[in-house]
């Protein structure tokens, strides 16, 4: 009997605002070196590179989220577990 789940793929929800975050990051670096300041003490750049950790954090956060449910299932489903190397 074969068990399987499937491996969604987080990313795809927030693909569309990793980018358009990430690109309008590149834009405050661009404009900060332009203008001379510092990546440090550029405001816009710092604000917007927040934005995109958060935005990986939550990705993050919901890999671990799917994992800790799956394994939950498992464990409480099941009584024994197998693990085969398949590259062997």
């Known amino acids: 009997m074969e068990h399987g789940f499937l491996n969604p793929r ?5 693909a569309q605002t990793l980018k358009r975050e990430q690109r ?4 405050r670096k661009r ?3 332009k203008r001379g300041v510092p990546l440090s003490e550029a405001k816009n750049y710092q604000k ?5 950790a958060r935005i990986h954090e939550k990705i993050a956060n919901r890999r671990n989220d799917f994992l800790n449910k799956v394994s939950k299932e498992l464990i409480e489903n ?4 197998f693990y085969r190397n398949l590259k062997s």
Do not use: P
């Open 10 to 14: 987080f990313t795809n929800q927030e």
């Open 24 to 27: 309008k990051l590149s834009k």
């Open 31 to 33: 404009e900060a070196k």
């Open 48 to 52: 917007q590179k927040l934005k995109v």
């Open 78 to 81: 099941h009584d024994v577990l």
